[in-house]
Structure formats: C-alpha cells, structure tokens
C-alpha cells in the first residue's frame, strides 16, 4: 500500500498544533509546520537548516522595524516574503547546509511561518513547542505507517 505522507502529515500536525495551542497555549511555529518538520527528522540538518531560516527572518525583520513602521498584515506578509528569500538564498549557497546538499530548507513558507511565531510568541517558547510537536506527529506518523519513515 503506498500512502502519501505529505497531506497524512499534514493533517495530522494541524491536530498536534491546535493540541498544543488548546493544552499548553503555545503555538507549534505555525498550523503546518509541525507536520513538514516531521517528515524531515530522518534529516536533522534539513530541519536546522530550516529552523536556521525562520531565525534569520525574524532577526531581519526585527531589525528593518528599527527603521520602518511594520506590524499587523504588513508584518506578517514581510515576515512570508523574507523567508521566502532567505530560503531561497541558502539554497542558492553550495555546501550551506554542513553536511552535503541532502541538507535543505523545508518548503519554501516555512522559514517565514516560524518567523512569525518567533516574533509573536518568543524564540524559547516557539522552538520548544515546534520541536515537541514535530518529533509527536513524527511518532503518530510511525505508529500509523508502521515503519520509520525515510521520507
């Protein structure tokens, strides 16, 4: 039986994430995040990498709002539009990624959705909650298909 991960994956973050919104408060860096990243943990550098980008966004963000009146929909749009670039700009890097060119970033939203979360929430509470919360649909992902999984 061939089953396509990606949207099981998915579906299964969007229930982990509002899990952990209604259980704890904390947002998961975004409703989709958690099941992206959960594929990509046969790939730890994939998922720093990624993590790395989100990072960097909201560092850039946050500096360009010393000089520039950026909040609500502007913000967040910013915040798509500069982890869109930031990770298409480590893509672009040869041998960015410190462990060969299997490493990459996730998706090409997903830098700019853990930005926000970086920026709404706090980068200690965001990074807990995404990690805790990938590594859980990670789990569920093996409990349903069986086997590890080396997507």
Known sequence: MNIDLLPLSVGIGLAVSLLFTEAFGLAAGGMVVPGYLALAWSN????LVTVG???????????LSAFLVIYGRRR????ILVGYA??????????VSLGGPEAQVIGYI?????????????VVETLTALTTASIVV???LVAVVGVELDA
């Open 44 to 47: 730890p550098l994939s998922v």
């Open 86 to 95: 930031v990770g298409m700009g480590l893509r672009a890097l040869p041998g």
């Open 110 to 122: 997903i830098p700019g959705l853990i930005a926000i979360w970086l920026d709404r929430q706090g």
């Open 138 to 140: 990670r789990l569920i």
């Open 76 to 79: 967040t749009v910013l915040m």
């Open 53 to 63: 980008a989100g990072l960097i966004t909201f560092l850039l963000v946050h500096a």
